[in-house]
């Protein structure tokens, strides 16, 4: 059924989580859509974007940005198209991204959009993917911080994720060997027959340091962290002098109070002269357009193969970053807003 435009169907926050929310944490409402003012628009949400991040911006744990307040829509990236505009930058009919949140129509100032989506030959989904935050993670991530060359082994954890399945493409892209480690005989095998990687390991089964071990017999010169915890653990042990380890998620610890313990990692730094650095894709703000090119070359070429998986209606979302940290997605998690 149609919906009207002047009917904005929102998801909030609540009640505050602890660790992963779930659907009890969450609400749908309706309210009137909100006209623009000088220099807003309004954009209808195509897509919402499932991402990793959206934990930590529900929880109280000490983060990059301040938590979503109770009863506010939930902080999302969305694409969509404009509705309504009195921004001339941001014209009727085009197509833009940005942090818009869990709602059908946001009215937004001009600021708050991230982009004008002109890859219009490819799917307006990537934009929240492949060419959104997780290309543009990845990319940063893997040829900055990792810097694979050739020849050298990268490991990359949650490798079949939106992440980990580009990161690991780009490190093979540059002449590495790429390891993933992944959860399932599912996803081992879609990271070795689909995303390219020449190992995959399912850390749900036997010892993953011996198989890390028998995976990168020189070491590990690169490792994309998705993961924290004991993944990471492994990982350390088999560090190769010089390696690069890019920090990009913790999504192995479910809670951050009171802090946790595990190995201490300095003397395996120290005696590999590693180095261990956390990031930000907006920490590379100024370059995504550089990024973004880049990776919609190799979309159109074929050279980076992606997967998506699409929830359909806003009453899905409740229960989708839940989905997401439980690994039942199969490619990058997307809610289809109508």
Known sequence: MARSENENRRVILAKRPTGIPGPEHFALDTQAVTPPGPGQLVVRARYWSVDPAMRGWVNTAPNYSPP????????????????????????????????????????????????????RDLPISLALGVLGLNGVTAYFGMAEICAPKAGETVVVSTGAGAVGSLAGQIARQAGARAVAVAGGAEKCALAREVFGYDAAIDYREGDVAAALAAACPDGVDGYFDNTCGPISDAVMEQLAVGARIAICGTAAISDWTPWPQGPRVQRHLLVKRARMQGFLAFDYRERFGEAIAALAESARAGRLVYREHVLAGIEAAPGAIAMLYAGENRGKLLIEVD
């Open 68 to 119: 979503v307040p109770v009863g506010d829509v939930m902080r999302a990236f969305a694409v969509g198209e404009v509705v309504e505009s009195n921004s001339p930058a941001h014209p009727a009919g085009a197509i833009v991204t940005g942090l818009f949140g869990w709602q059908s129509h946001a009215t937004v100032d001009a600021a708050q959009v991230d982009r004008l989506v002109e890859e």
